[in-house]
């Protein structure tokens, strides 16, 4: 069985940063593309980045396109996010997620129904 772990999460202020971490148990990695979702309260989950099993193509959703960055270490079996400028629309709980991926795969794996594992969610927290 595959876990996912989020850490990183926390209160910040408007225009702050802050660095998510998920990691991932398995010797299988590096055949996962990982996304990121969010849910902010009381709405559906939505898209936030992905990225494939090599790491060299990324997608995100266009809130948080040029302010959030994807990026993993297969080495150390972990995927984060980087996100800047946040703003108060960026509070949410942040889940990390993972798919068997083919090898010269391009789907960009959007939908919540792609991915067959999932974190227990990290809470970010953005104020004015």
């Known amino acids: 069985q595959v876990q996912l772990v989020e850490s990183g999460g926390g209160l910040v202020q408007a225009g702050g940063s802050l660095r998510l971490s998920c990691a991932v148990s398995g010797r299988t990695f590096s055949s996962y593309a990982m996304g990121w979702f969010r849910q902010p309260p009381g709405k559906e989950r939505e898209f936030v980045a992905t990225?494939?099993?090599?790491?060299?193509?990324?997608y995100y959703a266009d809130s948080v396109k040029g302010r959030f960055t994807i990026s993993r270490d297969n080495a150390k079996n972990t995927v984060y996010l980087q996100m800047n400028s946040l703003k108060p629309e960026d509070t949410a709980v942040y889940y990390c997620a993972a798919v068997n991926a083919p090898v010269y795969g391009r789907y960009l794996y959007q939908r919540s129904d792609d991915y067959d594992y999932w974190g227990q969610g990290t809470q970010v927290a953005v104020s004015s």
């Open positions: 990225i494939n099993r090599s790491g060299g193509n990324t």
